[in-house]
């Protein structure tokens, strides 16, 4: 899941993207947070806490504290995509030391915001390095490193990782859909494997062995594919 901060003190241009904003993600079926925010006491809080808190920011071009923020944020974070809404552009030489991934400016935004908005977030799910879970415990990031496997149980999915289990309501095939497809694999209905963390195949029981010991079944439907899959892993 993205997080995207909006902060544009215009009241009117900020609910109306806002509003359009969650349109387009629900629209695109993006999984997003989307926060709008008055000033940027909250979204520093949030970055100072952890760099990389936002993948997205909605910034007001024409705020000197919004530009001050940005050219901070870049320092510390070359993948975040910034976004700046203006009137006129011009602070355009200041704009642009940002790195901003697009300009919009007032009178033509909100035509621009739908294209310009679902790029930006095909662009992060592509860089994303973790996988983000919202449950009872709020929101969590667990980096794709650190996953062993994933497995079902009814309408729950158990991740389990390095040093913790996490659990959360999701399908595997949407879970699978958010992790990097050359890394794991969806091998059972039951279980998605994290295939740098296989030790051994192990075809008399027809099961990975992973880190630790702990085996995860193969199913016989989806056996022969990984298998193969496994095999081509190994050899890259």
Do not use: W
């Not at 904003?21 to 520093?44: M, T």
């Not at 510390?76 to 011009?90: G, K, S």
């Not at 079902?152 to 999701?170: C, D, G, N, P």
């Amino acid at each position: 899941m993205l997080r995207i901060a909006l902060c544009v003190r215009d009241d009117q241009m900020s609910a109306a993207l806002f509003a359009q904003g969650r349109e387009i993600l629900h629209r695109r079926k993006i999984r997003c947070e989307l926060s709008c925010h008055k000033d940027l006491a909250k979204v520093a809080e949030n970055v100072s806490r952890e760099r990389k808190y936002y993948d997205i920011f909605i910034l007001d071009g024409t705020d000197p504290a919004c530009l001050s923020f940005a050219r901070r944020l870049r320092l510390a974070n070359l993948t975040a995509a910034i976004l700046f809404v203006d009137r006129d552009l011009e602070r355009l030489d200041e704009l642009l030391r940002c790195r901003p991934s697009a300009l919009l400016l007032k009178n033509a935004a909100m035509e621009r915001l739908d294209r310009t908005l679902a790029s930006c977030c095909d662009d992060q799910i592509r860089c994303m390095q973790h996988f983000t879970v919202k449950n009872k415990d709020g929101l969590l990031r667990i980096p794709f490193e650190e996953i062993t496997f994933v497995e079902s149980r009814q309408r729950l999915a158990i991740m389990h990782t390095k040093s913790k289990t996490v659990e959360f309501y999701a399908k595997l095939s949407e879970v699978m859909q958010q992790l990097p497809q050359d890394d794991f694999i969806h091998c059972h209905q039951s279980y998605i494997v994290n295939l740098r963390m296989v030790t051994k195949l192990d075809r008399a029981n027809r099961c990975f062995i992973l880190t630790g010991g702990t085996p995860v079944e193969i199913s016989k439907s989806n056996y022969t594919d990984t298998v193969s899959r496994y095999s081509a892993f190994l050899e890259n």
